[in-house]
């Protein structure tokens, strides 16, 4: 009997020993949520749409051209929506067939009368969506540690199209949010006239007849522009880039002839030749730098130009910016903010401050009852419900299960739990001790028979805890993760440690008809 | 010391009007409901929070008055201790607005507003923009997490002991989520993402305390078979209400705590369960154990036939040992 008491009191304290090791010092240790420690969190939702868009207008392009190439006759091949597109007007079908053999592997095909309507096949859209996630969840990733974010989290959310992004510490919201959004891509093209005050004026220029291959753009917010750039202009420009978002090879920092800040930018090589060749053709034109459709600056090509450009006319917050966001490369979709929340320090500081009270006042309110009321054996309650938060403290550091908000309301409803099994078994051994078997055999029996409530009781409450953590995004997850913890150990310190305390109290008076309860 | 010393109250004689009374509670909780509709936080309606500290103490009309021309009803209300300066500014969302550009303009128009209204400078503290694709997937979620967890905790315990006992201690937990639903409607608390969470803790709470009371009942059946069912019950309520009262208590402390010092993020959280831990109590008490006894007699005709234990077969193995030795 001593020596299993013994043995029972040392994992006692080793576990002690290992939980207070592993918490302390807490300020490095436990890792705070970005509702204690301030920070942003940002849902985004990529429109994947953007990329079957891409898809089925590179096919449609595709088809069109081999089917001019051909010879065969059709009156129409066009685009219908993100993931359909229609062929008209078709006099040859074993013609049509033999140029469009590739579309099948991608789309299915249905006859209509004189052509195909093709819609893409679900599995590959989903195929490509996903894909599309992916990339724009490693681009984010890239631009955040660009920014400097520490621990800064990126991952999958939720519905399949969504990307959460948390990043700690950060004040300046509004410019990691544009940095995170912008699309980046860069765009070369040539300027068929412009610039003009409004897109009105740009149209009447060509009698409201826009030739097919031209668009009209618009140039630089305002305010920001300065000298020879676009200022709030609109441009018609060519439909057609040189070069293609993932064409870049790198962006730094630069300065222009003026000594104003500028993004130096090149290109990779097979990019820099097809680039070459387009600069040569058009010398004596005006060329547009467009980035995420904005023309951002209009020079005259002079000469034959390889791998490298500037974009000029920008302010210092604007080059450092798109330095980032050029370098991590362009986003295969745009994407749209769900969900924003932000946290500032001094918040966090004051609900740091209001969690650790609340605790301490909790705690002792518990602890004052308890002596108060069950005397000397209240002590092993309150050791118990100590023990259980060192160990809940110490699991939360290991694990390591992030500290939020509600995890500390998770801390105190972990002393109400701890008092309920302490107060079952305490009641019970009450009611045992009044049939006067003696005290050994009523803590016996107490212990024993509440075993199984104790079980019951738990598991309900995992039961809800666990379902918590399904329903439950960051903080909501942080309370229930730590709810769980706590039940599990609670039910080692409210059992185990505090019948350890029991035996060794006993253990000393063999034949004990009471107790201090 | 005790605080019940053989208590023997005859709490089953006041089910009826236990049961009448949590129907009151309940249905006023429902018409308010109807009336002004489910006040749900931004969370769950989407919209923009903002938390602001100014400068210098500020009045609330003030503040009203700056972000009113921003349409829609934005509540400002204090946030926290008044010597902090701190305003919580809600506003909807707005109608029809499109998802994406649109999401940040509310907060943007109206730290613009407050700007412009020549109030002391300010500081935004938090701000939450939550979207209606968010609102709505959160809505979701939280029903679906509040009726799987009572579900799964019904069949839990109609497989722990009898299925009338599940549906008493299912009927009581949720007579605890609608008097909690209630006395929020009663003291206007928005339904946010922490309060649900405390529901659910709610839950997980009240059949706690209904488990313990049952177990004691079926223990007591096994020594006295001959007595009613409504007997052996009142007999177990009794036995346990020491504990239930204290745990209720000391629950109740620590809950009490964190709604005087816990700050103001965490006070709806913390009224919750607040009410939570006494409907709970009061649900275990008068509510649980009736609903079990009269779904009991129903099924059974003679209470003594319904009294009788499922059989010794439902007794978990290896506690007759326990009990023997423990003897």
């Known amino acids: 009997m001593m020596k299993n008491l013994q043995w029972r009191i040392g994992l006692i304290v080793a576990v002690i020993g290992l939980s207070i090791w592993a918490f302390v010092p807490p300020e490095q240790k436990v890792k705070l949520g970005l509702d204690l420690k301030g920070g942003v969190h940002l849902v985004l939702r990529v429109k994947t749409d953007d990329a079957l868009k891409v898809e089925t207008d590179t096919t449609v392009d595709r088809l069109r051209d081999s089917l ?12 219908v929506n993100p993931t359909e597109f229609r062929v008209e ?25 004189g052509g195909y309507s093709y819609r893409m096949k679900p599995n590959v859209a989903n195929q490509l969506r996903d894909e599309t996630v992916t990339q724009a969840l490693e681009t984010i990733e890239r631009r955040v540690n660009e920014l400097g974010v520490a621990e800064p989290i990126v991952a999958r959310y939720g519905a399949r199209d969504q990307i959460l992004v948390q990043l700690p510490g950060v004040s300046d919201v509004r410019r990691a949010k544009e940095i995170i959004r912008s699309t980046a891509r860069l765009e070369l093209r040539l300027v068929d006239q412009g610039p003009f005050p409004t897109r ?5 220029a060509f009698n409201n007849n826009l030739p097919p291959d031209d668009e009209v753009l618009p140039g630089k917010s305002e305010g920001s522009g300065t000298g020879g750039t676009a200022g709030s202009a609109v441009y018609v420009v060519k439909k057609v880039s040189a070069v293609a978002g993932n064409d870049l090879r790198n962006a730094q920092q630069s300065l222009d002839q003026f000594n104003r800040p500028a993004v130096h930018f090149t290109l990779k090589q097979d990019a820099a030749m097809r680039f070459g060749t387009f600069t040569e053709a058009n010398i004596g034109r005006p060329m547009a730098i467009i980035l995420d459709g904005r023309v951002m600056s209009v020079a005259t090509i002079q000469g034959r130009i390889t791998d490298s450009g500037q974009i000029t006319g920008i302010t210092r917050e604007e080059m450092l910016d798109q330095v980032i966001t050029l370098k991590s490369g362009a986003l295969p979709a745009s994407m749209d903010y769900l969900e924003e929340r932000t946290v500032g320090p001094s918040l966090g500081q004051d609900s740091i401050r209001a969690g ?69 078994i305490f009641e019970r051994i009450k009611e045992e001790l009044a049939t006067a078997r003696g005290a050994r055999a009523a803590v016996n029996a107490g212990f024993d028979r509440v075993w199984w409530t104790i079980v019951d009781t738990h598991v309900s409450s995992l039961i809800a805890a ?49 107790l201090s309860i | 010391m005790e605080i019940f010393h053989n208590a023997n109250y005859d709490f089953i004689r006041w089910r009826w009007h236990a049961i009448t009374l949590s129907l009151v509670i309940v249905l006023a909780g429902f018409a308010m409901m109807f009336m002004r509709g489910l006040p749900l936080g931004i969370d769950f309606s989407g919209g923009t929070s903002l938390v602001v500290r100014f400068s210098q103490p500020v ?27 701190r305003l919580l500014i809600r506003l909807p969302q707005q109608e029809g607005a499109e998802e994406g550009t649109a999401l940040e303009q509310g907060s943007q128009r109206a730290e613009q507003a407050l700007k412009s209204a020549g109030l002391p400078s300010f500081e935004v503290d938090n701000r939450e923009i939550v979207g209606p694709v968010i609102g709505a997937d959160l809505q979701r979620r939280g029903i679906y997490a509040v009726l799987t967890s009572l579900a799964a905790i019904t069949i839990y315990i109609g497989f722990r002991f009898r299925f009338s006992f599940g549906v008493g201690a299912i009927v009581a937990t949720l007579h605890d989520v609608l008097v909690t639903l209630a006395f929020l409607m009663f003291f206007k608390y928005d339904i946010s993402l922490n309060v649900v969470a405390a529901i659910l803790t709610i839950t997980g709470y009240s059949v706690n305390d209904t488990i313990v009371i049952f177990d004691r009942v079926r223990e007591n059946l096994r020594s006295r078979r001959k007595d009613p069912l409504s007997q052996v019950v009142n007999q177990s309520v009794n036995q346990t209400l020491g504990r239930t009262i204290i745990t209720a208590g000391t629950t109740f402390l620590s809950v009490l705590a964190l709604y005087l010092f816990g700050g103001e993020a965490l006070r709806g959280f913390a009224f919750t369960m607040l009410v939570g831990v006494i409907s709970g109590t009061y649900s275990t008490v008068f509510i649980a154990s009736a609903i079990a006894i009269i779904l009991s007699q129903h099924k059974g005709g003679k209470p003594q036939a319904a009294a009788a234990p499922t059989g010794e077969a439902s007794e978990r193995p290896g506690r007759k040992q326990r009990r023997a030795r423990a003897s």
């Open chain 1, 466 to 514: 666990l379902l918590l953590l399904q329903f439950g995004t960051g903080p909501i997850r942080g309370f229930a993760v730590t709810l769980i913890i706590g039940l599990l150990s609670n039910v080692f310190t409210a059992v185990f440690v505090s019948r350890t305390m029991f035996e060794m109290i006993l253990s000393r008076r063999q034949q004990a008809q009471t």
């Open chain 1, 89 to 113: 007007g078709l006099q040859d079908d074993a013609a049509f067939r033999a140029q469009a053999g590739d579309a099948d592997a991608v789309y299915d095909r249905a006859s209509e009368a």
């Open chain 2, 59 to 85: 009045t609330l009309d003030k503040v009203r008055d700056a972000v009113a021309p921003l349409g829609g009803e934005a509540v400002v209300q204090q946030f926290g201790d008044a010597s902090e300066n």
């Open chain 1, 200 to 204: 009105e004026a740009a149209l009447q």
């Open chain 1, 356 to 424: 650790v009270t609340a605790s301490l006042a909790g705690l002792a309110l518990v602890v004052v009852f308890m002596v108060f009321y069950y005397k000397l054996t209240g002590f092993n309650a309150v050791v118990s419900i100590v023990v259980n938060l060192l160990i809940l403290l110490g699991l939360m550091a290991a694990i390591p299960v992030t500290m939020t908000l509600p995890g500390v309301a998770g801390f105190i409803l972990t002393i109400g739990m701890g008092v309920d099994s302490n107060v079952l």
């Open chain 1, 68 to 79: 001019t190439r051909a010879g065969v006759a059709f009156s129409k091949v066009e685009a």
